[in-house]
Each structure stands twice: as structure tokens, then as C-alpha cells.
């Protein structure tokens, strides 16, 4: 999956996590992009890690989710 480019965003890819009947939506950002810190949306806690030695490219994130 390649997320496209549209004005005035850096790349990512929408996601949503729900647990226990509870949903957190955000995005997921990629490293080494350009456009990420002039996005006003992105964060380096949600870039996923990329493992380029794999064909094709592989990407890792690791969710955390506190249920209380």
C-alpha cells in the first residue's frame, strides 16, 4: 500500500483501533518524508518503522492500548 500525495498533507494512512467497545482513530506517518514536519497533523510518536531489506518493504507500529 502507497499512500498518494494531496495539498498541504505528508503522506500517512488512516487508521482505527476499537477495544473493548471504544474507538481511537488517527494516522500513521512515514520516515524520511519531506512534507512531515510542514504537516500540521503529524507527530513522530505514529511514524511506523520501515524494514527496507525485505522485498517488497515491510512497515511495523506497535499500538498500545490501556483498558481500564
Known sequence: MIPGLYPGRTEHIHF?????GQTYTS?????????????S???????VTLNTSTSPV???????VNVA
Do not use: H, W
Not at 482505527?16 to 473493548?20: D, E, I, L, P
Not at 494516522?27 to 504537516?39: H, I, K, S, T, Y
Not at 497533523?41 to 511514524?47: A, E, Q
Open 16 to 20: 482505527k483501533v476499537t477495544v473493548s
Open 58 to 64: 515491510t512497515g511495523t507500529f506497535t499500538f498500545v
Open 27 to 39: 494516522q500513521l506517518f512515514f520516515p524520511g518524508v519531506a512534507q512531515n514536519e510542514g504537516d
Open 41 to 47: 497533523i503529524y507527530s513522530s510518536r505514529m511514524l
